[in-house]
């Protein structure tokens, strides 16, 4: 069992930077796969990065390609999403969840869920 808590949301400027956390509690975190997940009002949950286990292989939505970075520390069970030059449309709420194994970066396949943080970016 694992369970995830996001933290590091809030409300910035449009070109600003932000990093959220995702910290999870668990013995065994470093073996899942962690993905951002991220969701504005009306519109569905997105896929926006993946890292897997180590940290030695990510990947990102074409919409946060070269702005946005995963990386985790495994020694204190975190993962963290750095968002530099963050634009208006990357509002919403963020949520990271983690799975065990391969698969499609689709919600219904991941297994652990935090509670989500939202990001708000003013023009």
């Known amino acids: 069992q694992v369970t995830l808590v996001e933290s590091g949301g809030g409300l910035v400027q449009a070109g600003d930077s932000l990093r959220l956390s995702c910290t999870a509690s668990?013995?065994?975190?470093?073996?899942?796969?962690v993905t951002w997940f991220r969701q504005a009002p009306g519109k569905e949950r997105e896929f926006v990065t993946d890292i897997n286990w180590n940290g030695g292989s990510t990947a990102y939505a074409d919409s946060v390609k070269g702005r946005f970075t995963t990386s985790r520390d495994n020694a204190k069970n975190t993962v963290y999403l750095q968002m530099n030059n963050l634009k208006p449309e990357d509002t919403a709420v963020y949520y990271c969840?983690?799975?065990?194994?391969?698969?499609?970066?689709?919600?219904?396949?991941?297994?652990?869920w935090g509670q989500g943080t939202q990001v708000t970016v003013s023009s």
């Open positions: 668990g013995r065994t975190f470093e073996r899942y796969t």
């Open positions: 969840a983690a799975r065990a194994g391969l698969g499609p970066y689709l919600p219904r396949y991941y297994d652990f």
